[in-house]
């Protein structure tokens, strides 16, 4: 887009640019490490776990393409919801921070390096806060609406694509070193031996009756999370007639090619995030492939700064609030919404990590205190954004032809209802892994989107 906000004509390496750069944005705490999660606790079922969480993760992130249908419809949904958008990022970029400084001080910890734990701790927080105050890539603050400068965006779109192309090559190296008796390992039932109890379960194997809720969860966050993301929204404007060909490889391909090898990881990241040794299930630093240091340095690492990156450029843009005005209006203010968020990310991690039995018996369901607070991030995006898309973002239709659209007070009040229902039975699925609770937040949630629209219409007298 120029700055008139006139389309402009967009080749197709552009749009393989914005290819990999939506798959590296896309991949993140959550694709790099809940599929371990729910291979651990579903045991043999953990093949069928992980499709669960796969096809509607990629499937919800590569619609986007095609549903928000124009440039314009994407700069509505910056407009309109941008408090959300600001709050989807700066959590976002919170939830990075955390899990950086939290595999730091678990693999510090597996290494019995515990007199090193401040640097663990610290070097990747201080990583994030490089990145987080860095100039964008175009205008003031690097947003859509500042239409970009086209030489640093093109730089840009080549660091995206180096970053896609280093995290790729190190899965296969590591698959092709240690991955596939892991794997198998894996999927067959335990991470190199380890027992783990869960919700008084032993042995870490849910019901496979259980993967119908974890659809459920999937399907709403996974599909409605992307209209609040700003990266999104970003690469629907600049890619503008290269959207279906930016979505469909960066998500249907290359995005889905990366947690496939988050497989190939779930015999390092879960021993080291039960704080053990991490040369369990072969994956020693000798042999023919890459040493779990590498592996997590060269894909982890490097993914998690990415993301980070992008989502404070996006948060520091100067991106007008429908009436001019708003909370973040201030140059300043903007720029410190990113950093501020390392820093609440690293103080959960730190926290978690000296507070741990007291988490553990307050959560309770065997989880350790990382976890705990993995998984409580992780709800915000199976219920608080999910519910905004659905309640306050999908336009209704009134007989007379107008569409509402926007957070009117209606609407955010069935929001707030919503979250505060559905709230008790999402702790019960994501903490105490009673996953058929996570059934009841979801229907709590449909139920109020329906009510919620009803409202709207009742509102305008039909």
Do not use: K
Not at 173 to 195: I, K, R, Y
Not at 202 to 226: Q, T
Not at 375 to 389: D, I
Request: glycine share 16%.
């Amino acid at each position: 887009m120029d700055q008139n906000g006139t389309a402009r004509g967009v080749g197709v390496v552009a749009g393989v640019g914005w290819a990999a750069y939506l798959a590296s944005s896309w991949t993140w705490c959550i694709g790099m490490f809940l599929p371990v999660l729910l291979v651990r606790d579903f045991g043999a079922a953990g093949l069928w776990a992980f499709v669960a969480f796969a096809v509607p993760n990629v499937v919800g992130a590569a619609a986007l393409g095609w549903t928000v249908s124009s440039p314009a419809s994407a700069r509505r949904l910056l407009t309109e919801h941008w408090f959300m958008v600001r709050a989807f990022g700066a959590v976002t970029v919170a939830y990075q921070a955390f899990f950086a400084a939290w595999l730091g001080l678990c693999a510090t910890s597996a290494v019995g390096g515990s007199g090193l734990g401040g640097l663990a701790w610290f070097a990747p927080l201080g990583a994030m806060l490089v990145v987080s105050v860095l100039p964008g890539m175009g205008g003031r603050g690097g947003g859509v609406e500042s239409g970009g400068v086209a030489v640093r965006q093109r730089a840009f779109l080549v660091v995206s694509v180096l970053v896609t192309l280093l995290s790729l090559a190190v899965l296969a190296w590591a698959a092709v070193g240690h991955g596939v008796g892991g794997v198998g390992g894996v999927l067959g039932g335990g991470v190199g031996g380890e027992e783990v109890t869960n919700g008084g379960m032993s042995g870490g194997v849910r019901p496979s009756g259980e993967l119908l809720p974890l659809v459920a969860i999937c399907i709403l966050g996974f599909g409605l999370c992307p209209y609040l993301d700003a990266t999104f929204l970003r690469a629907r404007v600049e890619a503008a007639e290269r959207s279906p060909l930016a979505f469909g490889l960066g998500f249907g391909w290359l995005f889905a090619a990366m947690i496939v090898g988050t497989l190939v990881l779930a015999p390092v990241l879960m021993p080291l995030a039960r704080g053990l040794p991490p040369s369990l299930s072969g994956w020693s630093s000798a042999g023919s492939g890459p040493s779990w240091a590498l592996v997590l340095g060269l894909h982890v690492c490097v993914q998690l700064l990415f993301t980070a990156r992008v989502h404070s450029m996006e948060l520091a843009c100067d991106a007008a609030t429908p009436d001019g005005r708003g909370l973040l209006r201030g140059g300043l203010l903007r720029g410190l919404v990113a950093p501020a968020a390392v820093i609440v990310g690293g103080l959960l991690a730190g926290w978690a990590w000296v507070q741990g039995p007291s988490i553990e018996a307050i959560a309770g369901g065997g989880l350790r205190a990382g976890e705990v607070v993995y998984r409580l991030l992780l709800g915000a995006y199976g219920l608080v954004f999910p519910a905004y898309v659905l309640i306050c973002v999908w336009p209704v239709r009134l007989p007379n032809g107008v569409r509402v659209t926007g957070p009117t007070r209606s609407r955010v009040v069935w929001l707030i209802a919503a979250c505060a229902l559905a709230m008790p039975a999402m702790w019960a699925g994501f903490i105490h892994l009673r996953m058929w609770w996570l059934l009841a937040g979801v229907a709590i949630v449909l139920a109020a989107a329906v009510g919620a629209r009803r409202g709207v219409r009742r509102g305008a007298g039909f």
